[in-house]
């Protein structure tokens, strides 16, 4: 895909890694739409990259009818998406069973309502817009559904359940979801992170940082988020890149804890 003039959403675009996507894919020629509740750090990006190449959207990722209300302005304003970046995502420190008692069930609900459900909220909304675009490279291709797991969806560590069960199953329905909407012309992908600087990290103790670099195997750093926002338009301009799961995290594998 040539991503000049196409248009992007990105969920979680005002921030992290949302926001080095929403920057390399203005940096392409695309227009994008970010899906956010934080409006005042969306309209600095929009300040700085300018209003005709970007737009706003207040979100709630789970919401359906604030998803939709969205989806129908990113149509009014630009006339099409052709990518859904799926950035939005929450996480939280529990064990199943603590000296507090068991894992409070409304803070599990919680995050696969954002995590897993929001992506899949976000993803179906987008595909039927995506749907009715005209296939523009002579083999029926429409665009494409980008998604956000974990490494910890595979190497979940103390304390992660919740996030590494909404994370898995991010993982989990990607291939079923780009085999659903195959005849789409639409592709679906997951980028899995590892440990990426971002604004989190700044709040570590220094020693706790230099031990989280010095677990990373090669190259002994974190990642940066333009290297996640690399990915996905990679992904994007890849026709052949289809129902994968692709790990950016330094060959990383996640200890207990």
């Given at each position: 895909?040539?991503?000049?003039?196409?248009?992007?959403?990105?969920?979680?675009?005002?921030?992290?890694l949302g926001e080095a996507t929403v920057r390399a894919y203005v940096a392409k020629g695309a227009k994008v739409a970010i899906f956010d509740l934080n409006e005042e750090r969306a309209n600095n990006i929009i300040s700085e990259v300018g209003s005709d190449k970007v737009a706003f959207f207040k979100v709630n990722v789970s919401d359906e009818e604030s998803v939709k209300a969205a989806i129908d302005g990113v149509m009014a304003q630009f006339g099409a998406i052709h990518v859904c970046n799926n950035y939005a995502g929450i996480g939280n420190a529990a064990k199943t069973l603590s000296k507090n008692g068991p894992f409070p069930l409304d803070s599990y609900k919680m995050v696969i309502e954002v995590n897993l459900v929001g992506t899949f909220n976000v993803a179906r909304l987008a595909a039927e817009q995506i749907a009715k675009n005209e296939p523009y490279d002579g083999a029926n291709a429409r665009g494409v559904i980008i998604n956000t797991a974990s490494v910890?969806?595979?190497?979940?560590?103390?304390?992660?359940?919740?996030?590494?069960?909404?994370?898995?199953?991010?993982?989990?329905?990607?291939?079923?979801?780009a085999r659903d909407l195959a005849s789409y012309g639409i592709r679906v992908n997951t980028i899995v992170p590892g440990l990426i600087h971002t604004p989190l990290f700044e709040m570590l103790p220094e020693e706790a940082y230099k031990s989280l670099e010095s677990s990373v195997v090669n190259p002994k750093r974190l990642g940066r988020p333009e290297e996640i926002a690399h990915v996905s338009v990679m992904i994007a301009e890849n026709e052949y890149m289809n129902g994968e799961c692709i790990r950016l995290d330094g060959a990383i594998r996640m200890q207990p804890r």
């Open positions: 895909m040539d991503l000049k003039d196409k248009v992007a959403v990105v969920t979680g675009g005002a921030s992290g910890a969806a595979y190497e979940g560590q103390i304390g992660q359940v919740a996030y590494s069960a909404s994370k898995g199953g991010v993982v989990g329905m990607t291939l079923p979801m």
